[in-house]
Nanobody, 118 residues
Framework: QVQLVESGGGLVQAGGSLRLSCAASGRPFSTYVMGWFRQAPGKQRELVATITSGGSTAYADSVKGRFTISRDNAKNMVCLQMNSLKPEDTAVYYC????????????WGQGTQVTVSS
C-alpha cells in the first residue's frame, strides 16, 4: 500500500511557474514508477510526465520543454516543475504510483488544483 499526498497547486498567470510535490508513504517508494496526471473539466485524465525508479522520464508532447519531473528516493518525494504555464494547463493534477510508465497505476493522490489565468 502506498499513500500519496500532493501539494503546491494554486493560481498563476500565464508564463509563470509552479512546482508540485508529492509525498509518498507506505511500501518502498523507490520501486515504483511515478507519474503526474491531470484532468481538466470535461476532459479525460491524461498522463503529463512519468519517471522510473532509475530516473528515466517521459512527457506528454504538450508539456515537453516546459515541465520537468524529478524524484528523490531518499525523501520519498516526486516533483513536477512547471514553467511557461499556459491557460490550457489548468487542471487538477494527480500524483500516481505504479509498475509501468504508461499503465497500471494503482495508487493515487487526492489531487491539487492548478489554475493558469490569461
Amino acid at each position: 500500500q502506498v499513500q500519496l499526498v500532493e501539494s503546491g497547486g494554486g493560481l498563476v498567470q500565464a508564463g509563470g511557474s509552479l512546482r508540485l510535490s508529492c509525498a509518498a508513504s507506505g511500501r518502498p517508494f523507490s520501486t515504483y514508477v511515478m507519474g503526474w496526471f491531470r484532468q481538466a473539466p470535461g476532459k479525460q485524465r491524461e498522463l503529463v510526465a512519468t519517471i522510473t525508479s532509475g530516473g528515466s522520464t517521459a512527457y506528454a508532447d504538450s508539456v515537453k520543454g516546459r515541465f520537468t519531473i524529478s524524484r528523490d528516493n531518499a525523501k520519498n518525494m516526486v516533483c513536477l516543475q512547471m514553467n511557461s504555464l499556459k491557460p490550457e494547463d489548468t487542471a487538477v493534477y494527480y500524483c500516481a504510483a505504479g509498475r509501468k510508465m504508461y499503465s497500471d497505476y494503482g495508487y493515487w493522490g487526492q489531487g491539487t488544483q492548478v489554475t493558469v489565468s490569461s
